[in-house]
């Protein structure tokens, strides 16, 4: 087969490509090493005394390396155009007031406990502190290994309820935040927007005070007015930065609302169901006056709901995905 010299003409995509190969090859030598290692342990399955220590070891080994093989399976699956992609990945307080603002934090804490766990890295772009308590809103840009095709499974409207700690008498409470997943969407120099088009904001950045607080107006946020999207970064020193960056998440924006927008267009010629909405909860999470977080896509749930806001969610991200495999 002749080589196709120009796949080298341009860098940026001949980058993405040799990242997805080096990922694929390190999920399969990694798979080729995990099944061999299931098919040995098979083997001594016959001679291993029944009841015994060495048998109660070989059924947990063989059950974390079926949990490893569905997986790779899921990471086959996971093979959309951006799936591969960094992540943009922002919450806003919904309905609710401080307590929603103060769930929006929570939620955030238990996502950089999430994004640890899986050897993601992330930085804070744009955090907006509530004037009582909590968030307003939080933007971070995570790197991984399919980081936007696991995110994905986040998005929407969680829910909370809760004896209210910001309520004199301790009603129970309920409150709402939003969770947004875009790419980061490596083409977007190609994508040229009309000035006319955008309104851009200037503001001074956010922080917890002291002498390293910006006193400047260096964080920037960006509107396209056709369609009201926005994007906003705070993270850099300079203003020209902050734009930059704010520039990009939106351009990532409108090309996946272009995407999604095709989708939804072809999903109902064929009859098929709308996108859930602002006010349909995608998960609760309930303290009082019992104990449950749940999956309303998937109805996986946990009773745990410490464990799960310390993070503990690839559970119901992998039973969510497995589902849209189906």
């Known amino acids: 087969m002749q080589e196709d010299l120009s796949f080298w003409d341009d860098p940026k995509k001949s980058a993405i490509v040799l990242k997805d190969i080096a990922v694929l090859e390190r999920l399969l030598n990694e798979f080729n090493d995990i099944w061999g290692a299931y098919e040995v342990l098979e083997e001594f399955m016959p001679i291993i005394e029944e009841g015994s220590k060495e048998e109660e070891s070989l059924f947990r080994d063989l059950g974390r390396m079926k949990e490893r093989i569905s ?3 899921l990471n086959v699956v996971l093979n959309g155009p951006y799936d591969n992609s960094n992540a943009y990945f922002s919450l806003h307080a919904g309905t609710g007031g401080v307590d929603a603002m103060d769930f929006t934090d929570i939620l955030f804490r238990m996502y950089l406990r999430f994004f640890e766990s899986m050897g993601y890295k992330c930085e804070i772009l744009d955090k907006q502190t509530g004037e009582e308590a909590g968030l307003k809103s939080a933007t ?65 950045a956010g922080g917890a005070g002291g002498q390293h607080v910006n006193t400047t107006d260096s964080a920037v946020r960006i509107t396209h007015l056709k369609t009201g999207l926005t994007a906003q970064c705070q993270n850099e020193r300079s203003q020209f930065q902050n734009k930059e960056e704010a520039m990009k998440m939106l351009k990532s924006k409108l090309i996946l609302r272009l995407i999604e927008e095709q989708k939804k267009e072809l999903s109902e010629l064929k009859g098929g169901v709308r996108e859930a909405s602002w006010g349909n909860q995608i998960r609760s999470y309930v303290m009082q006056p019992y104990t449950l977080v749940k999956d309303h896509r998937t109805n996986y749930e946990e009773v745990d709901v410490e464990k799960v806001l310390n993070g503990n969610i690839l559970d119901f991200i992998m039973a969510f995905l497995k589902m849209k495999k189906v």
């Open 71 to 73: 997986e790779f399976e």
């Open 140 to 204: 971070l840009l995570v790197k991984g290994e399919f980081c936007y095709g696991y995110l994905k499974a986040e998005r929407g409207v969680h829910r909370l309820v809760r004896k209210s700690p910001f309520n004199a008498k301790g009603l129970r409470q309920t409150s709402f935040a939003l969770v947004e997943v875009i790419p980061e969407i490596e083409e977007v120099d190609s994508i040229e927007l009309k000035p006319d088009d955008l309104r851009i904001d200037t503001y001074r």
